[in-house]
């Protein structure tokens, strides 16, 4: 095992290998002059967001940052992903950001001034 937290996780090598094969038939599309074929190779990368997604919210993926040493192996899975993670754009977009303590979000108010018709 490594000495640093690389991130490997069921998510990032399930994401990755998606988006290697839409890589692959994306490129083929290009050589071959093909709308369809480049088509489905676009297609193959949007599906490898998703489940990269998907997977990170169901746990298989991994909070932004260092993680413990002990939680660094392929097969453990991230139990506070059910909650979301503090600055993680995959849970906010999910509407499961965690807020670090004391932040608070802010809402400017601008007063709209509308002139009078003459």
Do not use: N
Not at 16 to 35: P, W, Y
Not at 77 to 95: K, Q, V
């Amino acid at each position: 095992m490594s000495a640093h937290d690389e991130g490997h996780t069921v998510a990032g090598w399930t994401g990755t290998a998606i988006a290697t094969a839409g890589s692959t038939v994306l490129g083929l599309g290009v050589v071959m002059v093909s709308a369809p074929v480049m088509s489905g190779g676009i297609a193959m990368l949007a599906v490898a967001w998703l489940v990269t997604w998907v997977l990170h919210l169901a746990g298989w993926g991994k909070p932004p940052g260092v993680r413990p040493v002990g939680e660094w192996g392929m097969r453990v899975r991230d139990r506070s992903a059910r909650a979301g993670h503090t600055g993680c754009l995959g849970c906010r977009l999910a509407g499961r950001e965690r807020r670090a303590a004391g932040a608070e979000r802010t809402v400017a108010v601008a007063e709209v001034v509308v002139p009078e018709r003459v």
